[in-house]
């Protein structure tokens, strides 16, 4: 039997400009007037900008201002580049290479609602008929799962950074979710056209971020197909295989025959790859379920619950295609040695899926203790930002004023009166939803998400227009890198570095420093980042000559960093 039992009132859908604006609120802040941050934002934002200032080298070799960023692959990167190339004269290089993380959402959040949308109007998903009719069609009621869908997916915490930042991971979880649209309508309808989609999607998976995840995702799909007894299935997943192997072979073999013999990234991207799988240990266990709970909620109460109520019914396509999903991803991620936030992103747009089909099911007190847990969270979460930008304004509370001045000395609050209208008419909006929810008390299946979903953008948006000078001034080297940019002689041809990557690139780009390129190791500067005395000397040792410090300098935000700029006097 099957456990759900609703009348058509309860698969309202959501209003489609409800959607697009919660889409919008979502995505669009933290776009506009944004650095560059200390994180995988500005190290990737470097690598598209390197590529479209640079020549064909730079575009098959990632890398940021001549220092080698071949690891996960180039993909994300190109469409980047080839945005900064197209608008980067009209809004600006930062602006125009988040054009392309805009695109990689709207891709990721189609995917997911129409993955949904297709499963959730299958028969076998369908609600139990009622005695005397009322039940909803089949096309309501797949529309409405996929709303929840969509909501839940908006409401990752997890993803809410990584969805803004200038990454190959970016890219990576849209394609995983398309990977997810493309199985199940190849599951359906059984037809080479959507066999060869897949392949090409697993394809520039491999190009985006390696081949563990493709190949996991894969091996996934062939189980659901063998289980599903369908040999033509069989036939099509195993065909999509081989064709992803093709497509993710473009790099490798543009990189052997266009450019020189032994200036390869193909060696390092392999070796990369090969270092992501591992045997499993306690500590990738550990660190799967400690961050796991925080990272994938809301959906894993909804997608447990989904498993439990759907039990007798695992072999259907909706429970079994996610599960299989993110249990071959999940032991991927158990078999990478590297604890990183960036194992968890390929799971959510399987567990959003099931989640879905968990709120049909879900009784009615455990979701309002969800609902009433974020209201109470989010709401306080908001409540402090509104609370921080006041103290940073006004000086009141003084201890809340103190601390955000001591985490960012020197920093000046300016008021913008858009960004404050906008953060106000925001939480007035959260505020209606909540009392709709709590005084309607709506049937609908996303009631039990959109308070989840609502709070988090209402965060996001707060952080994003109230806070952002605040963190602007924390989290970029924008001010560094003018320091150095005026005290850099103008005959000085190229500067050698030990910066990361973050910092390097936004020296680059905000202080226009020419770094030393793959081939150049005489450079008349060198700017080293670090406290110890004692490495510092001894870098200076590897390069000949006497060397004069010029300029030290830090971000005022970080107490530990200490950049040193070097300037050769005689060799």
């Known amino acids: 039997m099957k456990p759900v039992r609703l009348p058509a009132s309860a698969t309202n859908a959501l209003p489609r400009w409800a959607v697009l604006a919660l889409c919008l609120l979502y995505i669009l802040p933290g776009m506009i007037r944004r650095d560059p941050w200390k994180t995988d934002d500005a190290a990737g934002f470097g690598i598209m900008w390197t590529m479209a200032r640079g020549n064909l080298h730079d575009w098959l070799w990632p890398n940021i201002a001549g220092l080698a960023s071949p690891e996960e692959g180039p993909l994300a990167f190109w469409f980047g580049a080839v945005c900064i190339k197209l608008f980067g004269g009209l809004v600006g290089d930062a602006l125009a290479a988040r054009l392309s993380i805009i695109g990689f959402f709207v891709i990721g959040a189609l995917s997911v609602w129409y993955a949904t949308y297709l499963l959730g109007r299958r028969a076998e998903a369908q609600p139990m008929r009622l005695a005397f009719g009322g039940q909803p069609e089949p096309k309501d009621f797949g529309r409405t799962l996929a709303d929840g869908a969509l909501l839940i997916y908006l409401g990752f915490l997890g993803l809410l950074l990584r969805s803004h930042e200038t990454s190959a991971e970016a890219l990576q979880i849209s394609l995983v979710a398309f990977a997810v649209y493309t199985s199940v309508r190849l599951l359906e309808s059984i037809s080479v056209r959507s066999s060869v989609l897949l392949g090409v999607t697993l394809g520039l998976l491999v190009l985006t971020r390696g081949w563990p995840v493709p190949l996991a995702f894969w091996i996934g799909v062939t189980v659901v197909s063998v289980m599903r007894r369908s040999p033509a299935a069989v036939r099509l997943v195993l065909i999509s295989l081989p064709l992803a192997a093709m497509v993710g072979a473009i790099w490798p073999i543009l990189n052997h025959f266009l450019l020189p013999a032994g200036d390869s990234p193909t060696a390092a991207w392999l070796a990369w790859n090969h270092k992501q799988v591992s045997w499993p240990t306690w500590d990738s266990l550990a660190y799967l379920l400690k961050y796991g709970i925080w990272f994938t909620w809301p959906a894993w109460p909804f997608a447990g619950w989904a498993l439990y109520a759907w039990r007798k019914q695992y072999d259907t396509l909706h429970i079994m295609l996610p599960v299989a999903v993110v ?52 709401s306080l979460c908001a409540g402090f930002i509104w609370i921080g930008w006041i103290a940073k304004q006004t000086g009141w509370p003084a201890q809340i ?37 709590i005084s309607r008390r709506p049937s609908v299946l996303w009631r039990a998400v959109v308070l989840s979903s609502g709070g988090v953008i209402l965060c996001w948006l707060l952080l994003m227009t109230l806070w952002l ?56 500067a060198l700017l080293l980042q670090g406290r110890d005395t004692h490495e510092a000397a001894s870098i200076l040792r590897q390069h000949p000559g006497r060397w004069e410090l010029t300029w030290e300098g830090r971000r005022p935000s970080d107490r530990d960093e200490l950049f040193r700029l070097y300037r050769r006097v005689s060799r």
């Open 327 to 378: 249990g071959s991803l999940s032991i991927l991620a158990l078999l990478n040695p590297n604890a990183e936030e960036g194992l968890l992103l390929p799971l959510l747009p399987g567990l959003a899926i099931l989640a879905a089909f968990g709120l049909s099911t879900m009784k009615r007190g455990a979701i309002n203790a969800v609902d009433w847990f974020s209201v109470l969270t989010l």
């Open 401 to 437: 004023a103190k601390n955000a001045f001591k985490l960012a000395p020197g920093f000046t609050p300016e008021f913008n009166l858009v960004a404050f209208v906008i953060a106000a008419l925001a939480t007035v909006g959260w505020l209606l939803v909540v009392h709709w929810r």
């Open 469 to 524: 000078p605040w963190l602007n001034y924390g989290k970029s080297y924008a001010g560094v890198a003018e320091q150095i940019a005026a005290h850099l002689p103008p005959t000085i041809d190229c500067v050698a570095t030990n910066a990361g990557p973050s910092q390097r690139a936004s020296f680059a780009y905000f202080g226009h420093v020419n770094f030393a390129a793959f081939d150049q190791t005489d450079c008349n």
